[in-house]
């Protein structure tokens, strides 16, 4: 059998997008930790689910730990940020990686 493997294109700020990405995920920890506990709903629709970064940020919004608004204005940046490394525009990708920390220590 014949595997041929490519290499994988890493833009030019992959790596901020990483650093970026655990920023989020140790802050939606640390806001979970630090918070009441709410009800768990593990299943929809006889499927048990992972929770995602989503759904974590949904609940947490309705323990009034993190809003709507500040979610979204992150995962926007973040999509923005991914965008603009894929096409290779670093200075595009570092500006909205900002507005992502920006948003986050609000």
Not at 19 to 44: F, H, S, W
Not at 97 to 106: C, N, S, V, Y
Request: with cysteine.
């Amino acid at each position: 059998m014949l595997c041929l493997s490519m290499p994988a294109y890493a833009g030019p700020c992959a790596d901020g997008i990483a650093r970026m990405e655990d920023q989020i995920n140790k802050k939606l920890d640390a806001i979970a930790a630090a918070g009441p506990t709410g009800a768990q709903d593990a299943t929809a629709y006889g499927k048990h689910l992972q929770p995602t970064p989503n759904t974590i940020a949904t609940a947490e919004e309705k323990l009034r730990e993190l809003s709507k608004g500040k979610f979204d204005a992150v995962k926007q940046a973040m999509d923005r940020a991914r965008a603009a490394d894929a096409a290779g525009d670093k200075p595009a990708c570092e500006k909205a990686l900002a507005d992502a920390q920006r948003e986050l220590g609000r």
